[in-house]
């Protein structure tokens, strides 16, 4: 009897050459499958409109790999937005006049504005399974993550240089190629970078997104998010504290073993050499993975086995030769040919116009349910909130701008203090909203002015990071004229540090205005300690209109709020960008 022997192509490597790299690959790879297969079961489980959240320590790290599984794949869902988004919008300026306005117009919803229809939409296709709910939450955390990326990924396409798709097309690069080798490439910093802030994002309406009512209907979701209320209504302090440990942890894991590892990696697609007068980021992960043999063994098998079987399929493709691969070529005719790009392009703004009609009907019909009482209602409460937000964003400058200039012009304290801070800033803020308030009540500080104090905390993060890049980024040659000039240290402030921080500082200051806006809904109408505590504002409006299923008054909060944040950008920030551009840029 003869003995069956492998090829050399498929045979595997021996596992006695494998090493610790290789074992922690294996157990990576494991653990994803298991946490894949433990989370498609919730998919499937029997709808239950109060599930029991299970407080016990050792649910815990099932809760955390739940919450940690619908952010990872709303995070997936918003890169393939960000990239259908922002090429659309760059390559015609028809799409581009209606996709830019709308998106200004959906990141200022707060989430509470989509949950509704969400939820409801989802719960009619799915009525017997929790389906409906997983996706509502997963969209949910989407409308937080999505917006960022595609504008990222919109201005990476708009200022990439003209010489390089020059020679694409000298080059003779179809469309698809120049898409997935240039584009998307020279995108990949912006898109990582912003992957981390959009993370962050994503977490922070975490009990929201998991633990949410709608009228008479409590909906739960098993997640880190959930236990976290459940621990807040209970008041249970060790169970409190436990979740803010876990979550901790789920951030620095992160950190650690995708997005630093994603920082280093895209570091090889800059289009410039410059490295900021430091050195180059390292990642720990990284560089213990590239020890591994088995990915480069599995490529290799893989390559040969692809070698093997086209060479088998060569007799089987002589018949076809005079036709052409029909069907290699459909899946790049979409890209390749133009009449299919601008056929595309007309489809997707027609489809877009479509549901534009659609929700702006619906919206009608609801607003036109309001009377004169409830939009004074609306209209106060919106002033009180809009001051709220103001106040929010100076108490937030007054201390991020002076950390930030101090963290930027030291390289060192930079590279130490940033994943600080970083973790610091990924942690949802209304994890800690209802400690923080009763802290408040301890001191007799009420919930009016307290809420400025909980939007400082969902804002403040944008500013401090957005002066430390500005900072940092300052030319070394203009360090070393004011070392020169001996300029003291008020004047190299004056003179240096404030107008190079300047726009940055108000990119800064609209995403942290958004945020405090976000952060109204939960900061104004929160519940600690099995105490529901509400101040008067927009935010506690819109989250009183929820809990009520008052459809009405939610669509007037909800439309007021978004036009007050798209008119402030507009005749506000944009007018202050604008100007921050042409007097303090460094480039001008």
Not at 16 to 34: K, P, S, Y
Not at 153 to 173: E, H, I, M, T
Request: hydrophobic content about 55%.
């Amino acid at each position: 009897m003869k003995l069956l022997r492998f090829p050399p192509a498929l045979t595997p490597p021996g596992l006695r050459r494998l090493g610790l790299a290789d074992i922690a690959v294996l157990c990576l790879l494991g653990g994803a499958i298991a946490t894949v297969v433990a989370f498609a079961r919730e998919f499937e489980a029997p709808l239950s409109q109060a599930v029991a959240i299970d407080l016990r320590y050792a649910a815990l790290p099932r809760y955390t790999l739940y919450s940690l599984s619908r952010g990872v794949l709303a995070l997936l869902i918003s890169y393939l937005f960000a990239l259908s988004f922002g090429w659309a919008a760059a390559k015609s300026r028809a799409a581009e006049r209606l996709l830019l306005p709308l998106l200004d117009i959906l990141q200022s919803i707060p989430v509470l504005g989509f949950l509704p229809g969400l939820v409801l939409g989802l719960m009619s296709l799915f009525p017997t399974r929790n389906v409906g709910l997983e996706l509502a939450a997963i969209l949910m955390i989407f409308t937080a993550q999505a917006w960022n990326l595609a504008l990222s990924f919109y201005n990476s396409l708009k200022g990439l240089p003209a010489p390089l798709r020059d020679a694409c097309k000298v080059a003779g690069w179809k469309a698809s190629r120049t898409f997935w080798q240039l584009e998307v490439p020279a995108a990949a910093q912006g898109l990582v970078w912003n992957g981390m802030l959009s993370m962050a994002g994503g977490w922070f309406f975490l009990m929201v997104n998991e633990a949410f009512r709608l009228g008479d209907h409590d909906y739960r979701l098993p997640g880190i998010g959930s236990y976290m209320s459940v621990a807040l209504d209970q008041g249970n302090a060790p169970a409190m504290a436990l979740a803010i440990l876990a979550m901790v942890l789920m951030i620095v894991c992160l950190d650690q073993l995708l997005w630093r590892p994603l920082v280093v990696w895209v570091e090889k697609f800059r289009l410039d050499d410059t490295t900021g007068g430091g050195p180059a980021p390292g990642s720990w992960v990284l560089e213990f993975l590239r020890r591994a043999r088995l990915p480069r063994r599995a490529a290799l098998l893989q390559r040969r086995a692809y070698r093997s079987a086209r060479r088998a399929a060569r007799p089987l493709e002589r018949p076809f030769r005079a036709v052409g691969p029909v069907i290699w070529r459909a899946p790049r005719f979409a890209l390749d040919h133009p009449v299919a790009r601008r056929l595309g392009a007309g489809l997707l703004m027609a489809a877009v116009g479509a549901v534009a009609l659609l929700g702006a009907k619906s919206l009608w019909l609801l607003l036109a349910q309001l009377g004169a009482r409830e939009w004074g209602a609306l209209v106060s409460s919106a002033a009180l909130t809009f001051a709220r937000v103001m106040g929010a964003v100076v108490v937030s400058t007054a201390w991020a701008v002076p950390a930030g200039v101090w963290i930027g012009r030291s390289p060192r304290l930079a590279r130490a203090l940033q994943p600080v801070i970083q973790v610091v800033a990924s942690f949802p803020a209304p994890m800690l909203f209802p400690l923080v308030i009763l802290l408040f009540e301890r001191i007799g500080v009420g919930l009016g002015l307290g809420a400025v104090a909980l939007m400082v905390l969902a804002g403040q993060w944008y500013i401090l990071f957005n002066v430390i890049s500005a900072v940092a980024a300052i030319p070394e040659q203009l360090k070393d004229a004011a070392t020169v000039f001996r300029l003291p240290r008020l004047a190299r402030w004056r003179a240096l540090y404030l107008p190079a921080a300047f726009p940055a500082l108000v990119t800064g200051w609209v995403t942290a205005a958004g945020g405090a806006w976000n952060g109204s809904i939960v900061a104004e109408y929160i519940e600690a300690g099995g105490t529901l505590r509400t101040t008067k504002g927009l935010g506690s409006l819109i989250s009183e209109a929820t809990a009520h299923a008052n459809f009405p008054l939610l669509a007037g909060g909800i439309a007021l709020m978004s036009l007050i944040v798209v008119g402030w950008n507009r005749l506000v920030w944009r007018s202050l960008m604008q100007w921050a551009q042409t007097r303090f840029s460094l480039a001008a």
